[in-house]
């Protein structure tokens, strides 16, 4: 059974930092398995943030969050990370990890089988 636990969520001003974790259970993880993150603000839908490719050599990012989050992952840990720097008030969301057996780099909803129950990042202005 595939879980996605996602943790690491919280408050914090603008411009300061937080780093997500999303550990993952129930299947290889480091078999050809791409990890995404996604977001959701209230009122709005889930939005794709960033995405690793099973070996982590290949990532990709929304125009968003370019050049202040960086996805990464510890195929020995079977966990993903997203670090988030100079946060902005409107990277408040429910934060989500997901995943999906593939050698490319989804970044659409429907392209992912499985997902966490999220963590809420609140950036205070």
């Known amino acids: 059974q595939v879980q996605l636990v996602e943790s690491g969520g919280g408050l914090v001003q603008a411009g300061g930092s937080l780093r997500l974790s999303c550990a993952a259970s129930?299947?290889?993880?480091?078999?050809?398995?791409?990890m995404g993150w996604f977001r959701q603000a209230p009122e709005k839908e889930r939005e794709f943030v960033a995405v690793?490719?099973?070996?982590?050599?290949?990532?990709y990012y929304a125009d968003s969050v370019k050049g202040r989050f960086t996805i990464s992952r510890d195929n020995a840990k079977n966990t993903v990370y997203l670090q988030m720097n100079s946060l902005k008030p409107e990277d408040t969301a429910v934060y989500y990890c997901?995943?999906?057996?593939?050698?490319?780099?989804?970044?659409?909803?429907?392209?992912?089988?499985?997902w966490g129950q999220g963590t809420q990042v609140t950036v205070s202005s």
């Open positions: 997901a995943t999906r057996h593939t050698t490319l780099l989804p970044s659409t909803v429907e392209s992912y089988t499985y």
């Open positions: 690793i490719n099973w070996s982590g050599g290949n990532v």
């Open positions: 129930g299947f290889i993880f480091n078999y050809y398995y791409a």
